[in-house]
């Protein structure tokens, strides 16, 4: 299942714009794993008597995309998705 939902806003000076999403994702097999994908990417833009200022960037937290990449480090030997004790994948990797 992936929702998303789109968001924009325009004032004279201001402009905003973004997008919400997540993916809820499931593998079966050797051990059941589920978790979310989520991505938010945001544009800026502000407009000033001379110049226009903007932003373009967002967050992506993929699981799939960070196991690929730890999977991948020399010397890890396990990878799970799911946190441990409230740390995040990447901690985990680390410890």
Do not use: C, I, W
């Amino acid at each position: 299942m992936s929702p998303a939902a789109e968001f924009a806003g325009k004032t004279e000076r201001l402009e905003v714009s973004g997008r919400v999403a997540a993916d809820f994702v499931s593998y079966y097999g050797g051990q059941e794993s589920r978790f979310t994908n989520l991505f938010l990417p945001l544009t800026l833009r502000y407009k000033t008597e001379t110049d226009l200022l903007g932003f373009t960037g967002g967050f992506t937290r993929d699981n799939t995309l960070m196991g690929e990449l730890l999977d991948h480090r020399p010397g890890s030997a396990l990878y799970t998705t799911e946190p441990m004790d409230g740390q995040s994948v990447l901690d985990q990797a680390h410890h």
